[in-house]
């Protein structure tokens, strides 16, 4: 069975500054995809980044971008200059590939401030 | 930019009630699913749909669930006699088939209250 980690319940960043969210995963499988989803007040569930395990690049999308390390199995989230909008809570999740369920982390809330 | 779309936003139920939640998911998704997510709690998988049946189903998924794709568009879950404990957030997702590393399409999510 895999299992998703998200160690930090909150973290706080003030606007335009940098944060990074962990997440750690546990899966037998070779070939899997891992995400970050936000799920900001308005609960509706808002994909982020993906990360293919077979792809050495780290994914990067505007202002933000991951840190995979396949052999620790740690994906961490990187956001960059910090909005109030990305004011969420931010699930981890991963896909083993060839299966279609999504396994998730209990999530990290993210308070940005002014 | 398609959108899964699900109705009604907010459901207040009597326990023992049956209930139906709507999906409307993305019209060239052939994949369907159904997660929850109970306050404070992490999202949970229940259901994934293909080809006018189930695919796979968690341990959560009993015989008081079903799903059901009534339609070319339409795809509900039916809990049959509700329980407190169903209050959550129940979230319908699809995705194409044959790529399903590119994640799914969450719909906004039916906040379901059992009283």
């Known amino acids: 069975a895999q299992t998703v980690t998200q160690s930090q319940p909150e973290m706080s960043v003030q606007e335009a500054e940098t944060v990074t969210l962990s997440c750690t995963y546990d899966?037998?499988?070779?070939?899997?995809?891992l995400f970050w989803y936000k799920q900001p007040p308005s609960r509706q569930m808002i994909l982020v980044i993906r990360?293919?395990?077979?792809?050495?690049q780290n994914a990067t999308e505007n202002r933000f971008s991951v840190n995979f390390q396949k052999a620790a199995k740690s994906f961490s989230l990187k956001i960059s200059d910090s909005q109030l909008g990305d004011t969420a809570m931010y699930f981890c999740?991963?896909?083993?590939?060839?299966?279609?369920?999504?396994?998730f982390g209990k999530g990290t809330m993210l308070l940005v401030s002014p | 930019e398609p959108e899964v779309t699900q109705t009604p936003s907010h459901q207040v139920t009597q326990m023992g009630q049956e209930v139906i939640l709507r999906c409307v998911p993305i019209?060239?998704?052939?994949?369907f699913y159904w997660y929850r997510q109970i306050l404070g709690q992490k999202v949970e998988f229940l259901v994934s749909?293909?080809?006018?049946?189930?695919?796979?189903k968690s341990e959560i998924f009993d015989d008081q669930f079903s799903v059901e794709r009534p339609d070319g568009s339409n795809f509900t879950l039916k809990i049959r006699s509700t329980k407190l404990e169903d209050s959550a957030m129940y979230f319908c997702?699809?995705?194409?088939?044959?790529?399903?590393?590119?994640?799914?399409?969450f719909g906004s999510g039916t906040r379901l209250t059992v009283v």
């Open positions: 997702a699809s995705s194409e088939a044959g790529n399903l590393g590119y994640g799914y399409t």
């Open positions: 899966t037998s499988e070779n070939n899997y995809y």
């Open positions: 990360q293919e395990a077979y792809k050495q």
């Open positions: 999740a991963l896909l083993n590939s060839g299966y279609s369920t999504l396994t």
């Open positions: 019209s060239n998704h052939l994949y």
């Open positions: 749909f293909y080809n006018n049946e189930i695919s796979e």
